[in-house]
Every structure is written in C-alpha cells, then in structure tokens.
C-alpha cells in the first residue's frame, strides 16, 4: 500500500443526472460516489469501520496482505473479508485483489439504506445501483480504442459491479499485457478479482480468443472487455455503446 495521492482526471468526466458527487478519502481508500444527498460523513464512517475490520484481520493474519493465491474461508472472519476470501478463491489469486472492489460494493450497499441510487467508483472499480441506464466509458491507456467506447449498464442488471484491470495503466499487479481487462459482476469483489486474473493470464494477442472460456472457468462473471493495443475481445451480457 501507498501513501501517495494520483490525481485521478477522469472523474471530472463523471456527470449522474439529479445525484450529487462527493469524494472521501480515508488513508489509502479514495471513494467517489454519487448518491441523492450529500452523505459524505456516513460514507466517512463506513469506510473507517470497513478499513478497521480488514486492518484488524491483517494484523493477525499478515498473509491476507501479502499472498499471491488463494487462501482458505474463514468463517471467523468478518463478512468483507470474507467475501474477499471466497471472491479471490473462485479466481485463483490472492485476497487483496480484491480488495477495490470489495470496499465499494460494501459501501455501496450500506449507502442503499440512505439513497435508492448510488455508485461509487473505487481506483476504476464501480459498485453500481441506479433506477435508469448508466453508460461506463473503457479507459485503456495508449490503446486507440481508449474512450471510444463504454458499456451500457441497463436497470435490469443492478446492483452490478463494473470492475478494470491493467497491466500498462496504473500500480496494480499485473503479469500480463493487457491495457484493459473490465469485467460485470453481481459481486463488485469478484468482478475485481476475476479482472486480476484475467490480466495476468492474458500474455499476447493469441490469448484474446480464450478470455471469455477463461472467465465462464471463474463463475458469475455477466461478461466483459479486453483489449490489447489495438484488438480487442467481448463477451456475455454486454452491449456496446459510442462514447
């Protein structure tokens, strides 16, 4: 974990009709959230409580922090954690790949109480619960096809989460080449944990044709998007729209 902030540009292109756009930001965990009043201080002390809960249980279980694999339930465990466990073992990587994911769909789903509509995106990860269409733009780094697109999220498929993954974008873990892997999911956890797994397994252009095999493998991924440079692949319950 780092200390160090990165300005995250892209969220000033983020516009939801009639909600309003706060950010919270508590050590590590930098949320943006959208919901139908301020609620900056009950999301404040959602992220605190979630944060003590999971740094409580890196204390006595360091390995959760540092594992590169799965490791096993633990159903002393507290509810995020695991969700975190169970989400990271379905994709065979280790419990803080999941860890973006995790925080804003457990947020999000407290914050459900408190505003029928909510999304929170979490470094590129979204916990998405709204009453009309929400389009999301891809971001891919240097890929062309960065912005060009986005996925149509319908009412249907909410809550849902919306969750990326890079190899050549940002700090995250990655042995793959992907500029892109973004992955839907009932579980906000899982789609982030499927979309580590993905990248590290995508290693040439070749391997494009078997992400979607790859993903059916992990379970309860909806569908997604990978994209190389200039290729990509798509799959499942997606649609594709122009940004």
Known sequence: MSNLYQERSYRHSVHAKDLKSFQVV???????????????????????????????????????LTSLVPLDDDPLAPPMVRDMLRSTRKANVGPMAAVAGAVAQWVGESLVELSDQVIIENGGDIFLMANRPISVSIFAGASPLSGKFGLRIPKRQMPLGVCSSSATVGHSLSRGITDVVCLISKSTALADAGATALGNRVTSSADLEQVARWADRIGGI???????KDTMASWGDIELVEI
């Open 222 to 228: 909806l569908g997604g998007v990978v994209i190389v």
């Open 26 to 64: 508590v050590s590590e965990t930098d949320l943006w959230v959208c919901a139908e009043s301020d609620l900056t201080k009950q999301v404040r002390d959602l992220v605190f409580m979630f944060r003590h809960q999971l740094e409580s249980y890196i204390k006595h279980h360091p390995l959760f």
